[in-house]
């Protein structure tokens, strides 16, 4: 790695003591750690275990992430990674979500959402119930969310891209539990981003503690009474972490810190907060809950829903056995599954809400490959069966033609191991490939 700044070894020295500092400059020379962590709306720990060419131990961070080997290369090309199964992350950012604590009909905002880790695993843990709002500021960011929502299968997110002053009083008291995991100095980045290194300065640190200052207000105004604001971020500097909710706590006192319900790590300098190093198992997060006291007025209108006419909707049973939860509209030619408890939508920068399932032609029906991934292999009328240790299912993430004995003419599913990772035309047990091009493997 790059040498690190004075400036940045000296801040650290004083924020640690000399003991810890000491042990943080050890793992300085030590490799990062790699994880992975486990999409529950797509697998078992179990069939993951048997599915990987390498051996996974649990991290402390989630229940749900563990760590991989470091010298594991390229784990994004395998077959379970391409259906969804498994999210390549590093294993101390699973924190955040961890004290978020989503649950099953929640209503959630990830308010600085790209490239999807933290929305992947909330959406795993409101398991298809309750509504995900994943928001991305940055356009350029916002392909990978979308890319990575799709790929784990989640049914029930908006993704939008839209300024938190302009999102936040539109769904003023909406959520239940609103995630910022604010873009910061990164400096837990620094033993596997060389990029983070040579783009610190104090001058950095002092811009983003502005920065998290207002995306904090704004965050607050869409937490209703009672629920949860937490704020997290990969750096050390106390600007960043105890300062900024210092400061957050001085001008919002219908807010409180609470405790963030984790064993991993360390107390921060405010002690119901968290701080997580190298020496604690992982890169290095910063993590604290707030708890809204104080009423919050709510400024969103319910969505109107139009469902689809049923004639228009009929194609698709042709690939269900029988219909996803949400509802089914029409919009352009185009059908979509909508999740329920929708707020109005409009103006505020929405690029996807809920699934795209396919597009109706003059006489046909094309489906959509997020048609296919938000549904297991028992939800489709037809699914050609795959192993992950085939050349088949190989031959498939390359985008080649299959044989497919048995299947019925019409679309039909591909799943590996029991789970979803594309879609091909049957015609004359054969299988043409309808694997997105810019997803296949190339080697």
Known sequence: ????????????????????????????????????????????????????????????????????????????????????????????????????????????????????????????????????????????????????????????????????EKLCPALAGFFDRVLVDAPCSEEGMFRREPRAVRAWSPAQVKACAARQAAILGCAAGAVRQGGALVYSTCTFSREEDEGAVSAFLKSRPDFELTGCGLSCGRPALLPQARRIYPMDGGEGHFVAVLRRLSAAPRAAAPYRYA???????????????????????????????????????????VLRAGVPLGRLLPGRFRPEHAAFMAAAPEDLNSVLMLSHDSPEILAFLRGEELAAPGLPAGYAGVAVDGVTVGFGKCSGGRLKNHYPKGLRNHF
């Open 1 to 164: 790695m790059d040498a690190l700044p004075a400036d940045f070894l000296a801040r650290m020295r004083a924020l640690l003591g000399e003991r810890d500092f000491r042990a943080y400059e050890k793992c300085l020379g030590e490799p990062p750690f790699r994880g992975i962590r486990l999409n529950p709306l797509k697998c078992a720990e179990g069939a993951l275990r048997r599915a990987l060419p390498f051996p996974i131990r649990p991290a402390p961070f989630s229940p749900l992430s563990f760590y991989m080997p470091p010298d594991v290369r390229r784990p994004g090309h395998l077959p379970m990674h391409h259906a969804g199964a498994f999210y390549v992350q590093e294993p101390s950012a699973a924190a955040a979500v961890t004290a978020l604590g989503p649950r099953p009909g929640e209503k959630i905002l990830d308010l600085c959402a790209a490239p999807g880790g933290k929305s992947t695993q909330i959406a795993g843990l409101l398991a298809g119930r309750g509504l995900l709002w994943s928001n991305e500021v940055v356009r350029g960011r916002a392909g990978a969310l979308l890319s990575n929502l799709e790929r784990t299968g989640v049914r029930n997110a908006v993704v939008s891209c839209c300024r938190p």
């Open 307 to 349: 469902p689809a006419a049923r004639e228009r909707a009929a194609p698709l049973s042709e690939l269900y056995r029988r219909p996803l939860p949400g509802r089914v509209e029409e919009r352009g030619g185009r059908l979509f599954l909508l999740p329920d408890g929708l707020p109005d939508l409009a103006g505020l920068g």
